[in-house]
């Protein structure tokens, strides 16, 4: 295994994918869901193993780990600042399920050719999240969580918490 160096952002998405899917799963399976390489998907939970959030048998992730590292790290190892308005997919608090408890003027969107609404542009955690949370309802509601966690206020933040929380700890 390679040394590691840190998490990177694709890890949040390999992580969040596993915790998703509930059947036994080869990571050629996260791999072709995400778009992205076998050999990424390895080396992204091999670090993953190293930074204490997926067991040694690299087919668990431990939600408890992960749920602290969102809300207390991802802010800051992966910060984001809104954009240009573009057209794409609504994101953080513009998304399900914060739309339905949060009222704001403010649209925050990841970039995608084939999105429907405008809005702030927000750097998805990585370039392929877009085509996965189409195919992906449950991925794409972590992920929105997780950017509400890097972009939104205080309110916005502690709600996502919250909602991150039941989805990850309360299964």
Not at 36 to 47: A, H, K, L, N, Y
Not at 106 to 124: A, D, K, R
Request: net charge positive.
């Amino acid at each position: 295994m390679k040394k590691h160096a840190g998490m990177r952002s694709l890890d949040i998405v390999v992580l969040l994918k596993m915790t998703v899917i509930k059947k036994p799963f080869y990571l050629k399976d996260i791999a072709d869901s995400l778009y992205i390489s076998r050999s990424e998907v390895t080396e992204s939970v091999g670090r993953s193993v190293i930074a204490g959030l997926v067991t040694a048998d690299k087919k668990t992730v431990l939600k408890g780990n992960l749920f602290e590292f969102l809300v207390h790290g991802v802010r800051y190892v992966f910060p984001q600042m809104p954009g240009a308005i573009v057209r794409g997919i609504p994101t953080a608090h513009s998304a399900y399920p914060l739309k339905e408890m949060i009222e704001s003027n403010n649209v925050f969107v990841w970039p995608f050719f084939e999105g429907t609404v405008s809005g702030q542009s927000i750097q998805p955690l990585y370039q392929t999240v877009p085509d996965a949370c189409v195919k992906d309802e449950q991925l794409y509601q972590l992920l929105a969580l997780v950017d509400a966690l890097r972009v939104g206020n205080a309110r916005e933040k502690n709600i996502a918490k919250i909602e991150l929380e039941k989805r990850l700890c309360r299964e």
